[in-house]
């Protein structure tokens, strides 16, 4: 267990739609970041949050937003869904903001859109 | 474009035997990390290295960082089934971008 959580664990919804995945960190950890990861394919860094703060941006699609708050946790917004969006997407947080950190990821969401 | 590219993309190997996965990019790394990803599951991390020429080992496992610090390898002897799984590499390259790139990924499959 790597102490960090994601809900929900899956999700089923229909293309056009919005949906919300949630992240809680390590206890003490500043850093989030989003990984999508489709089928056989390698993980796509999305975005990084450091206390609160864009750090970095990744291939994230202008449909998709996300945001840290005060408590650290964090929401990857994704809207106007389509089949291609269907991949597992994952959380992952580190004590710090940058400089090659170890990341410990979180068990995934499974997003299906149909 | 920063990438980690690894090598080879797939392998298959029967129990006992020794293994080398390969990892290199044009870029240097600040450090690079190195998980082991099971099916729908997260990455979990192995090993950070952190030093040019820095070996270091974990069981059966050892890790290698390039002395220009642009590659490494994992060498896994007698593999057992339980090393089965896709090995990630991952890093910040040293120009301080904050982007964490992951490599391509090395699909190992040990064969009892």
């Known amino acids: 267990d790597s102490g960090v959580t994601q809900t929900p664990k899956h999700l089923i919804t229909a293309t056009g739609q919005r949906v919300t995945l949630r992240c809680s960190p390590r206890?003490?950890?500043?850093?989030v970041y989003w990984y999508q990861q489709s089928l056989d394919q390698g993980l796509q860094f999305l975005i990084q949050?450091?206390?609160?703060?864009?750090?970095a941006k990744g291939n994230i699609l202008e449909r998709f937003s996300a945001q840290q708050f005060p408590d650290l946790h964090s929401e990857l917004n994704l809207s106007s869904l389509e089949l291609g969006d269907s991949a597992l997407y994952f959380c992952a947080s580190s004590p710090r903001g940058g400089g090659g950190n170890e990341q410990f990821f979180g068990p995934g969401t499974r997003l299906t859109v149909l | 474009t920063q990438l980690l590219e690894q090598s080879p993309q797939f392998l298959s190997i029967q129990e006992g035997e020794n293994l080398t996965v390969y990892c290199n990019s044009s870029?240097?790394?600040?450090?690079l990390q190195w998980y082991r990803q099971e099916p729908g599951e997260g990455p979990v991390l192995l090993v950070t290295v952190v030093t040019g020429g820095e070996v270091k080992k974990l069981k059966r496992l050892t890790f290698q960082f390039g002395d220009a610090r642009k590659d490494s390898s994992l060498h896994i002897t007698a593999a057992q089934p339980g090393d089965t799984g896709l090995y990630l590499c991952?890093?910040?390259?040293?120009?301080?971008?904050?982007?964490?790139?992951f490599g391509t990924g090395t699909r190992l499959k040990v064969l009892a």
């Open positions: 206890s003490g950890d500043l850093s």
């Open positions: 870029s240097v790394f600040s450090s």
């Open positions: 949050y450091y206390n609160g703060e864009e750090r």
């Open positions: 991952a890093g910040e390259a040293a120009s301080g971008t904050y982007k964490y790139i």
